[in-house]
């Protein structure tokens, strides 16, 4: 590097090290990541089958189909109850777990762990396992509800349609609750004691402490935790794969879920790309939000 | 530990105790699955709760021996580790060109790069298929080690720009001005301070590429031995009846999680709160 340090010469372009240093991760991500992002917008357009070399361009038609098809609108359905169900109870689930966490006098770190650890397991072994503890003739939460003489409440918890969702939601909320638990921790260790002593010597007590001190210091993680589960809800797919398989029926078969299954188990690949755009649209949305939001709030601060 | 000294209330007690039955619930699921890859079959379909009375190990036997886990086991493994280093070459370097240079050009590959964190991998996944079996990666593991590169520059590079502006230039300085090449200054002096980010992408990039299904499942081909995760996910389907078999492949998969997460804790936490703060 001889002439690069003084800056007088005029750098011949393949002398400047940055470039050298940006390629292999731009020829990576850009084969491996942006080039079929592009191709998945063109697919949108065809009725390819993904096998054929016969690639037909057919318009806007794959969109309509989602328009009017009512497989799709049930997914988008499932998908905003999840998204839904999924931010409130992963986020009242968490902000309960790091309010603990921070108080309880004992094992402290233990808890933290504890609540922790399933954030670390695949969507796999987790939704196995559940589906083992869910399981109607085997499974554990059959068998408490025996012991505890509650037999007439016992259902087949992922076959019938009316629980399925709802078992696959306050599963992966005891997956994912320990994620957003650490970010509301490391807000609740922001805040300084004083104002919580202050407010205590006004006269408030732990309830109004926390609506009217705690809750708001922690805006900043809220945002983050609720925008983070909800990104995060759109893409759930392990869980169901293994627990019910979109079923039964289509009952919990959701935008992700259709996609996969409509490309690669019943060869429509045009059409799983087209709704692939639809939810990349409504990720493109949510982050947009968020960057607004998280702005917002650097403002602020 | 000046709060040790306060005496302990009933509010202390009682706060303690909800929190232990809590952490019973968040912990049940894992040591079930635990407890059950000790336990024959015969013996988790006749009481799922009971405690294993015998310790059972043939599931374990069979799985190593009898089926193709250890080959999924080392696919897993060498794609973990080599998708880790390859990540931990390439992404710093070139945020460290990207964040030292800051021209229009370097900042429009900037943004061109955090584009791809909002990209969801169903969203390209069709396409992808069809361009790895163009470029004949189909069912080779360099084809989901170079995927899983490409799918984490975006977070990758976030990451490492935002840390280096808070990296002083005058040792880099006076190491030009020494006659050091860059490529010299970037290993000797800057990546070494980047220590703190690197752990972060790593324990949390190679608990996810660990831990992915989708992917590994969609490019290897059928036939071929998978990852650990896919394996499993077929022995559901497969080895149906025989639960024991499942649990003691997922025991399998777990114990190398826990392992690093019990000695690497401090970096997964800081890299959840370093990846919500700044994504």
């Known amino acids: ?301 | 530990m000046a709060k040790a000294k306060t005496p302990i209330t009933s509010g202390n007690i009682i706060l303690f105790i909800i929190t232990l039955l809590i952490a019973l619930v968040f912990v049940f699921p894992i040591f079930f699955n635990i407890m059950s890859a000790f336990k024959s079959n015969a013996a988790i379909l006749r009481d799922a709760i009971a405690f294993p009375t015998e310790f059972y190990t043939d599931s374990f036997k069979y799985l190593l021996t009898k089926t193709d886990y250890p080959r999924a086991m080392l696919n897993s493994a060498f794609l973990t580790v080599g998708s880790i280093i390859a990540m931990v070459v390439i992404i710093p370097m070139a945020a460290y060109a990207i964040e030292r240079t800051n021209r229009k050009w370097t900042n429009a590959i900037y943004i061109f790069f955090l584009f791809g964190m909002m990209v969801p991998f169903q969203v390209y996944m069709i396409p992808l298929f069809k361009q790895l079996n163009m470029m004949g990666l189909f069912g080779n593991l360099m084809g989901p080690i170079m995927i899983y590169i490409a799918g984490s520059v975006g977070f990758g590079v976030l990451l490492y720009t935002s840390f280096l502006k808070g990296v002083p230039r005058e040792i880099e300085e006076s190491a030009e001005i020494d006659g050091c090449s860059r490529i010299g200054i970037f290993w000797r002096i800057v990546f070494p301070l980047l220590g703190p980010v690197t752990a972060s992408m790593v324990v949390l990039q190679g608990l996810g590429i660990w831990n992915d299904f989708l992917m590994p499942m969609l490019v290897l081909p059928s036939g071929q031995t998978k990852t650990m995760i896919v394996e499993l996910f077929y022995y559901v389907g497969e080895f149906s009846s025989r639960w024991d078999m499942i649990f003691a492949g997922t025991t399998m998969s777990l114990v190398p999680v826990l392992v690093a997460f019990l000695s690497l804790q401090k970096y997964f936490v800081k890299g959840v709160s370093s990846g919500a703060i700044k994504g």
């Not at chain 1, 917008?41 to 328009?67: H, P």
């Not at chain 1, 995060?232 to 996609?259: C, H, R, W």
Request: proline content about 3%.
């Open chain 1, 1 to 301: 590097m001889n002439a690069a340090n003084s800056g007088m010469k005029k750098k011949q372009w393949w002398r400047n090290y940055a470039i050298w240093f940006i390629l292999p991760a731009f020829l990576l991500y850009t084969t491996f990541v942006m080039v079929p992002t592009f191709s998945s917008i063109y697919l949108s357009f065809t009725s390819w089958d993904g096998i054929s070399d016969n690639i037909r361009y057919i318009g806007l038609e794959n969109f309509k189909e989602i328009w009017n098809s009512p497989r799709v609108h049930n997914a988008l359905t499932n998908t905003i109850i999840v998204a839904v169900a999924l931010v409130l109870l992963e986020n009242i689930v968490a902000l309960v777990l790091a309010i603990l966490v921070d108080q309880v006098r004992w094992f402290k770190n233990l808890f933290r762990s504890i609540f922790y650890f399933p954030v670390l397991m695949s969507g796999i072994i987790m939704g196995f396992i559940w589906m083992i503890i869910l399981n109607y003739n085997f499974g554990v939460v059959n068998q408490v509800l025996d012991m505890i003489g509650l037999s007439a409440i016992k259902t087949d918890w992922l076959g019938n349609p009316d629980y399925a969702l709802l078992s696959i939601i306050l599963s992966t909320v005891w997956k994912a609750a320990g994620y957003y638990m650490i970010i509301y921790l490391a807000g609740l260790q922001g805040i300084p004691q004083e104002l919580l002593e202050a407010a205590s010597i006004d006269g408030a007590g732990k309830w109004k402490q926390f609506i009217h001190v705690t809750f708001p210091l922690l805006a900043g993680a809220t945002t983050v935790c609720v925008m983070l589960s909800m990104i995060n809800s759109l893409k759930l797919f392990d869980q169901i794969a293994v627990m019910t398989n979109g079923g039964p029926g289509f009952a919990t078969e959701t935008l992700t879920y259709i996609i996969y299954r409509v490309a690669f188990g019943e060869g429509r690949q045009g059409f799983g790309t087209a709704l692939a755009i639809v939810l990349f649209i409504l990720i493109l949305i949510i982050s947009l939000i968020q960057i607004r939001l998280l702005r917002k709030r650097e403002v602020q601060m």
